[in-house]
């Protein structure tokens, strides 16, 4: 089991070079950090790392794994990872970069973590016009998930002093650039068949679109209390052994036919879950059964996801 992290000494430094090259540099390495965005500050981790994705989780003390807003620098980086109709592209051309935010298919192969979307087809995405979270981007070089830098259920930041105050002790860095523009965060849309569907109210009141309802009741961006991702077959929970019919993901010493992780480590875990649920979901047994994963720190999370994921299908 994953002990608890011992506290980090978190530094602030003032948005220049030398703070986005530090910044860049933690999260080559894995870790998050707190970068302002013009709407609140956001705690940015490698998209494409589930393990550096399970750490913001981590930090935040997240209860659930709900989809992470993905940040590019262009919208010609963004179609790299989302399949983007007419009216899309309208939209991100007249918001972008700003605070809207286009939950869009994703694209096969995107290089995108699954721990990111949550194991949904869809993933969010915002070309950010803050010159620190561009910097940022331009310096990884690479697309950088980032939910709000604050302890689940506390109020979002919109300074750095409220990011140290949520999470000081539980990342490395904050890059302070002042106050926040908007301090509301970004308004959620998304396009589709079903036309464009506000997810999320935000700075970007007028879309100059006409909106369908949304009616679906399946969670696909932060900001929505519903039900999320479960795989089609019935999911057994705290198997130690698998039955003839099952497909058996193992944790830890229960191996299983896959294994969230062999050393019992939990963001290992978190960072594996959707794929490993795909993976179930797709393979020859009618069923699937989880080993026990230990409720402590990122534990509390994948339970909640499997409990979700297990709870009875309503019939229409």
Known sequence: MTPPNPPVETAILPYCEAAIAEAARLILA????AIPTETVYGLAADAGDGEAVARVYQAKERPSFNP???????????EEIAAFDAVARALAERFWPGPLTLVLPLKPDSGIAALVTAGLATIALRVPAHPAMRALLAAVGRPLAAPSANASGRLS?????????GLGGRIPLIVDAGPAEH??????VAVGEGGVRLLRPGP????????SPNLSGAIEAPGQLASHYAPAKPLRLNALEAEPDEWLIGFGEVRGHSNLSPSSDSIEAAARLFELLHEAEGAAAAKIAVAPVPGDGLGAAINDRLARAAAPRETQ
Do not use: K, Q, Y
């Open 30 to 33: 894995g870790l998050p950090v």
């Open 157 to 165: 930041p919109t300074r750095a002093a409220h990011v140290r105050a």
């Open 68 to 78: 992470l807003i993905v940040h590019i620098l262009s919208l010609e980086a963004a």
């Open 204 to 211: 970007i009141a007028d879309l100059g679109v006409a909106l």
């Open 183 to 188: 301090g509301l965060e970004s308004t959620i």
